[in-house]
């Protein structure tokens, strides 16, 4: 093998190393925040919350990490990415214990917040060091491999926990996922390399409004938003509406996460190379039809079959991933170096803060039925998630229109960006 060849060999092996263990991160930090779906049920069970109480669990954790990835981007491109990691990280891992060790309904908001303002932007971080060490080239394949992490956090991490639960209640999972992080962490500290921030002579607060002003930067914060607004409208609430109105039992909850998460993992790296090799708007699009179609019937589901219910929700959960893998690629492609990881900690804000208030919107509509015990509202949800899909859509091309390069398959250089 020549000097060459084995120099590439050596420099993919370390890209699959970097990527997998940074999934391993978002697989901890991802499963930590859908980890409380499937346990809406029980917990409002538990501690005989309403849903609306149960929407600001799920929503607490997103506006926590909102609030502290704004922040962050004053100073994220000021730090080795590396460190800045590490130091989250074990913040997250400890708050995650304080949520298995809650008592009350107050004291697990508050664990959740914690949790949050950790996980979040350290989930920033991951992000801005894919788009800092896999070329533009083959980035929508390292965005999969890390996307990864949503997939596997359901097929393997959420029926996990869902077994952990009935055999030692809630708590068990939180407990698993503080276990795991420890491993995680000590990986990470020995494998991923140190990344020196890029030399800035600007004030942070001049850095911080280059960031929040600029024109392409705005439109991706806009189709960062819309783009999880749709989801996250919907997503908290399928787990208690399956269960309330489509007669499945929490036992049978798992395997809906089973069969959706061994789906969209096989087809996640699929997405990866038509966003490679195909104009990231087209293959948007195109997974937004399915998005609308599979959103509609999961919200609008009554007494159903569990081989029907199965189908539509594993369509469901590849639609919801195929649709990140584009959008990210293309707005990680529109941003500059020397900005990104102070973007990607705005725009991590953003993304938490739209699925937040999608999680309080989605509680607000959906009430429960004093006799039966029914959701109702979640059709209504769905119909405000499918606007959702529309305008991801729509704003994606308008970031398009400005910033072409972001969007073209197979580009190797970032074309330099000209302020609006």
Excluded at 118 to 124: K, L, P, Q, R, W
Excluded at 158 to 164: F, K, R, V, Y
Excluded at 285 to 304: D, E, N, Q, R, W
Excluded at 406 to 414: C, D, F, K, L, V
């Amino acid at each position: 093998m020549s000097s060459s060849a084995s120099s590439a060999a050596r420099a993919a092996t370390s890209e699959r190393g970097i990527l997998f263990t940074l999934a391993g991160v978002q697989f901890t930090h991802i499963m930590d925040f859908m980890i409380m779906m499937p346990l809406g049920a029980g917990l409002m069970r538990v501690f005989n919350i309403s849903p609306t109480q149960f929407s600001y669990l799920v929503a607490a954790y997103g506006l926590a990490a909102a609030i502290t990835g704004f922040a962050g981007g004053f100073f994220i491109d000021r730090l080795d990415r590396k460190r800045a990691l590490l130091w989250l990280y074990a913040g997250f891992g400890l708050a995650t214990l304080g949520c298995a060790f809650a008592p009350t309904f107050h004291w697990l908001l508050a664990a959740r917040v914690a949790a949050g303002a950790f996980g979040g932007v350290a989930g920033s971080i991951v992000m801005a060091i894919v788009s800092d060490v896999i070329p533009p080239e083959r980035r929508g394949r390292g965005m999969a491999v890390v996307m990864s992490a949503f997939p596997l956090a359901s097929v393997i991490g959420i029926p996990t926990g869902l077994i952990l639960v009935d055999m030692f209640e809630w708590h068990a999972p939180f407990l698993m996922l503080a276990g795991l992080s420890v491993p995680i962490w000590f990986v990470a500290s020995r494998f991923l390399p140190a990344l020196p921030p890029s030399p800035i002579k600007t004030h942070p607060v001049r850095q911080m409004w280059e960031i929040m002003t600029h024109g392409i930067h705005l439109r991706g914060f806009m189709v960062t938003a819309a783009l999880v607004f749709a989801g996250a409208s919907v997503v908290p609430f399928m787990s208690p509406s399956l269960v309330a109105n489509t007669g499945l039992s929490e036992s049978q909850l798992k395997f809906v996460y089973l069969f959706g998460g061994a789906a969209t993992f096989i087809t996640t790296s699929f997405f990866g190379r038509l966003t490679d090799r195909h104009d990231k708007i087209h293959v948007l699009a195109g997974v937004t039809v399915f998005s609308i179609a599979t959103a509609i019937v999961v919200t609008h589901l009554g007494p159903t079959p569990i081989w029907l219910t199965l189908i539509v929700t594993t369509v469901f959960f590849v639609t919801m991933a195929g649709r990140f893998t584009p959008t990210m690629a293309m707005i990680s492609n529109a941003v500059e170096q020397r900005y990104r990881g102070g973007f990607m900690s705005v725009n991590s804000a953003v993304q938490q803060a739209a699925g937040g208030l999608a999680n309080i919107v989605a509680g607000m509509l959906i009430t429960r039925e004093a006799t039966s015990g029914r959701l109702i509202g979640y059709p209504r949800v769905g119909w405000i998630a499918v606007s959702a899909f529309i305008l991801t859509v729509v704003l994606a091309w308008r970031l398009r229109s400005i910033a072409p390069h972001a969007s073209r398959p197979g580009h190797t250089a970032i074309t330099p960006i000209v302020a609006e």
